[in-house]
């Protein structure tokens, strides 16, 4: 007597959602795919916002751009609740490391004194700067069309959350959990003539209604004075003063602002090759944004790294608008 096993395939009556089916097909579906795509609310809304009575709920009209289908802002990271969390985490447990191998092994104490004023004087306070930049991407989360975006706005207002807390952390390490260079830190935010151009301009900001137009301001303008000046100059004239041990404290903001920047230039890219009218309202934008902020940040330079260091921040921002597509003409010392 033989024993004859046979097996069969059951195809699945669906393969995915049908929701997700009408946009990509009848095949199986990522994860990204089934919690980012067309799950927004459209229709059915049963009040309109009291503080903005002349908008609906999930409204396109809260930027001038324009797309035929706001789900192509896709997110190349493909990030999701999950799998942003499970990458932020690792940044977190890194960074976390570094700061406990630097305040055990009193790396602080190796600071000279002109050193630590630099970092108080010129560092600590890009933390107000940070939260500026929480409350630009909040904006977005909250204004903006279709998941795809809107939550990786949100993803990247907690990443700007997380950057003002380890500059907050950098002060306590310096002084040893007093919080005495924060305070001495806000005043110079508050009263310095080197940091009133950067407060303007936060403050200025927050009034913008636009939340794509402030998105270009953060993620295109601001991000690339941040990387060049602060995270780039400002971090090697520590290490010819003897203090590179403060890289590892600032390496979660420049893991963070390199992420960011591969998603937003996405974000630039598919909003330019959308329509000449993006392409117009962008440089539009960016001939406004460019000498605003050159304006804000040139007192900071001119006290932190010297007059120069704006030139090299105006160009690597020309350089980068010209890969997305952008193209100004636009002279520092103008």
Request: aromatic share 12%; with cysteine.
């Amino acid at each position: 007597m033989t024993l004859e096993i046979k097996t069969s395939g059951i195809e699945p009556i669906r393969q995915s959602y049908a929701y997700i089916e009408r946009r990509f097909g009848n095949k199986p579906a990522t994860r990204y795919q089934e919690v980012s795509f067309d799950i927004q609310a459209e229709t059915n809304f049963h009040y309109r916002p009291l503080w903005k009575p002349e908008k609906t709920l999930n409204d396109k009209t809260h930027t001038a751009l324009q797309m035929q289908d706001w789900y192509a802002f896709k997110d190349p990271r493909q990030f999701y609740y999950g799998t942003y969390v499970q990458h932020r985490a690792r940044l977190q447990d890194i960074a976390e490391s570094n700061f406990a191998f630097f305040e055990k092994r009193g790396l602080a104490e190796h600071l000279s004194d002109e050193v630590k004023a630099k970092v108080i004087k010129f560092l600590l306070p890009f933390r107000h700067v940070e939260q500026t930049a929480n409350l630009h991407m909040m904006s977005g989360s909250a204004y903006g069309y279709g998941t795809v975006l809107t939550q990786a706005c949100i993803f990247a207002a907690m990443d700007r959350l997380g950057m003002a807390q380890y500059l907050s952390r950098i002060g306590l390490a310096l002084d040893g959990n007093t919080a005495d260079s924060l305070n001495e830190a806000k005043d110079f935010w508050m009263n310095d003539t080197a940091w009133q151009g950067l407060r303007r301009l936060c403050e200025v900001s927050l009034t913008e209604q636009d939340y794509f137009k402030l998105f270009t301001l953060q993620s295109l303008v601001i991000d690339s004075f941040l990387s060049e000046l602060v995270y780039t100059q400002l971090d090697q004239w520590f290490n010819e003063h003897g203090a590179r041990d403060l890289a590892m404290l600032t390496e979660f903001m420049q893991e963070c602002l390199s992420d960011l920047r591969k998603w937003s230039d996405s974000v630039f890219k598919t909003a330019l090759k959308e329509s000449e009218h993006n392409t117009q309202l962008l440089q539009s934008w960016l001939e406004q944004y460019l000498p605003e902020v050159t304006a804000a940040f040139k007192p900071w330079c001119d006290a932190a790294l010297g007059a120069e260091a704006i030139t090299a921040a105006v160009q690597a921002t020309l350089e980068r608008a010209k890969k997305l597509g952008l193209n100004i003409e636009f002279a520092a010392n103008a």
